[in-house]
């Protein structure tokens, strides 16, 4: 008997994971793409822990060039599945699709039938040689054209027609399905072999206070509660209070207005203007009402001015935003609402915001938009295990030392030229900084250790260790190698005769 789930990614926003929890026996999440982790991966996660439904794998979109990209893929896979607290459980699934190919030819590569088989292999077996259950993702056209109806691995496949075609573990049957809780298209799986949720259930499903999911940050679970939020309606009436959708109107009456006020009635009035108490219902609602009051600054308050006081005599008061503060909004008479930062990029500043034209709300502003007052910082470093702000990037990762990102440049990580020091600067940190320890970590490696072989050296830059065009050359020089004689040519080709192809990170 199969039972039924969803697999979603960052374009499925504003669900209610409690209510989509009474149609789901399991979810599957993309974790990313590229070396790009999905934005909206931890949030879902949080989501569907606190719902209480069984996480049982996740999937990354392959956009590899190379045999070599398509392990750092797995590797960052890996990584990012880690840090995000899921368990050596999680099957991990390999999705090689339509767009890998598109975007790889627009980039000179071409990827056929022994290329997918390869990056497959490649991806799936470093998934397993890490202790994850794998398997792969695939439709019928690429299950008989691509793979010649050969795959070693467990089979995740998209069979809209009927039933399924081939035996498979889990059958994505529709990409127009809908359950409660969700009012957009969504694809739908069964999973036919029921051992999957038995075997992760009890080890991915978490507690519901988000202040017990270990590995996340604080930042990560006040914008979780947040946006889990999104689509809330204000309430006519004092009734119908939990429910999203229902008894919707313009009476200023809504469960964060109730509930702050049974916490604090002396500073939380009910019924009311409710902006500043959604903020503090997610810091509540994270942290507990003691937490929350420190990290917030002072205590809980409705009076968005009186809350920007707060922050001000605390010192923590900015006039740029980053992930997680607290935005505040201004008009002829001052200060007048506020909501959270989800993100800043791009000259840009994301927010969720409570009482926005009567519901909680997604907004995006100029970051020099006049109508913003500043931000107050809480403190997040309150939150004990979790990260400080000061160390979240404005994706909400932890944010590394120059050292470990050096590391990770030389492997290749970052990509080349303008494009490494684009995605550097993009995650929030300082390129030149990491490029001057590169420049070091690279000549300390070659005064330490004596010169390899070309044969070596050959095997390393195939394998990407060496970086591309401009990149290597300089590396290769810094290293104590004569990159333009005899010594080196012939070895920027693989044993194959292929061009040694860079590997590309950039978002298609």
């Not at 990560?220 to 309430?235: N, P, Q, R, S, T």
Request: with cysteine; net charge neutral.
């Amino acid at each position: 008997m199969a039972t039924v789930g969803i697999d979603i990614s960052e374009w499925q926003t504003g669900l209610d994971y409690t209510t989509m929890a009474k149609s789901l026996d399991f979810v599957i999440l993309r974790e990313g793409y590229r070396q790009s982790r999905d934005k909206m991966f931890l949030t879902h996660i949080n989501g569907f822990k606190a719902a209480r439904v069984p996480i049982i794998g996740v999937y990354h979109f392959i956009y590899a060039l190379n045999v070599a990209g398509a392990r750092q893929e797995a590797l960052t896979c890996i990584k990012n599945v880690q840090a995000a607290g899921l368990p050596k459980t999680t099957r991990i699934w390999c999705d090689f699709e339509y767009d890998t190919v598109t975007n790889a030819r627009k980039k000179g590569v071409n990827l056929g039938s022994a290329e997918c088989i390869q990056f497959t292999n490649t991806f799936c077996t470093t998934v397993q040689e890490a202790g994850y259950p794998t398997g792969v993702y695939t439709n019928m056209d690429y299950y008989r054209n691509m793979y010649h109806s050969i795959i070693n691995w467990p089979l995740w496949l998209a069979d809209y027609s009927g039933g399924p075609d081939v035996p498979c573990m889990i059958q994505q049957y529709s990409s127009k399905g809908r359950i409660p809780g969700f009012y957009e298209d969504l694809d739908m799986d069964y999973l036919y072999d029921t051992s999957e949720i038995d075997r992760v259930r009890g080890q991915v499903i978490a507690t519901v206070a988000y202040q017990e999911v270990s590995n996340v940050s604080a930042v990560d679970k006040v914008l979780a509660i947040a946006e889990a939020e999104v689509g809330y309606l204000e309430k006519a009436s004092n009734y119908n209070l939990d429910s999203k959708t229902a008894n919707a109107g313009s009476g200023n009456y809504t469960k964060y207005g109730r509930d702050m006020h049974r916490i604090q009635p002396s500073n939380m009035d009910f019924p009311a203007p409710y902006c500043d108490a959604f903020v503090d219902w997610c810091f509540w609602k994270a942290f507990g009402a003691d937490l929350a009051r420190k990290m917030l600054c002072g205590t809980f308050d409705d009076y968005t001015v009186i809350s920007a006081d707060y922050y001000k005599k605390a010192g923590r008061w900015y006039t740029s935003g980053k992930r997680g503060d607290q935005i505040f909004f201004r008009n002829s008479g001052g200060i007048c609402h506020t909501g959270l930062v989800t993100q800043v990029s791009g000259g840009k500043v994301y927010t969720i915001e409570g009482n926005k034209s009567n519901a909680v709300r997604k907004c995006v502003y100029n970051a020099g938009d006049s109508s913003i007052a500043g931000y107050g910082r809480p403190k997040y470093e309150l939150a004990g295990n979790s990260s400080t702000n000061t160390d979240i990037l404005t994706d909400g990762s932890q944010k590394k030392t120059v050292e470990q990102l050096a590391k990770e440049v030389i492997t290749g990580m970052w990509g080349n030229g303008d494009d490494r020091k684009n995605r550097i600067t993009a995650a929030g940190y300082d390129y030149n900084a990491v490029q001057k320890k590169v420049n070091e970590l690279l000549k300390a490696g070659a005064s330490a250790a004596p010169l390899k072989t070309v044969e070596e050296l050959a095997k390393e830059v195939i394998a990407g260790k060496w970086g591309n065009g401009p990149d290597r050359k300089k590396w290769l020089t810094d290293a104590g190698y004569d990159y333009d004689s005899g010594k080196f040519k012939g070895q920027k080709r693989d044993r194959k005769g292929q061009a040694v192809a860079g590997y590309a990170t950039e978002e298609p």
